[in-house]
């Protein structure tokens, strides 16, 4: 995930599994919900601190729970 795709996705309201979500915000509250506490910890560090690679993560264990499809 770049910088750009990052900051496309806070300003995004379709969440990855394709549920609406509030800007500024990573994934909907659904998708969220079911990620650990350390996972959602990590998604509030900034862009550049270590955010992209803590979603590419986040986005891992969604894909794992069949809650995101696989990327196209
Ligand atoms: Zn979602």
Same mark, same amino acid.
């Given at each position: 995930?770049?910088?750009?795709?990052?900051?496309?996705?806070?300003?995004?309201?379709?969440?990855?599994? $394709?549920? $609406?979500?509030?800007?500024?915000?990573?994934?909907?509250?659904?998708?969220?919900?079911?990620?650990?506490?350390?996972?959602?910890?990590?998604?509030?560090?900034?862009?550049?601190?270590?955010?992209?690679?803590?979603?590419?993560?986040?986005?891992?264990?969604? +894909? +794992?729970?069949?809650?995101?499809?696989?990327?196209?």
């Amino acid at each position: 995930m770049t910088k750009a795709e990052a900051l496309a996705n806070f300003k995004s309201e379709t969440c990855a599994c $394709g549920n $609406g979500k509030a800007l500024l915000y990573s994934f909907c509250r659904c998708c969220y919900s079911r990620l650990s506490r350390s996972q959602q910890t990590a998604l509030w560090r900034k862009i550049d601190m270590g955010y992209q690679e803590d979603h590419m993560t986040a986005l891992a264990t969604l +894909r +794992r729970l069949g809650r995101v499809k696989e990327a196209a």
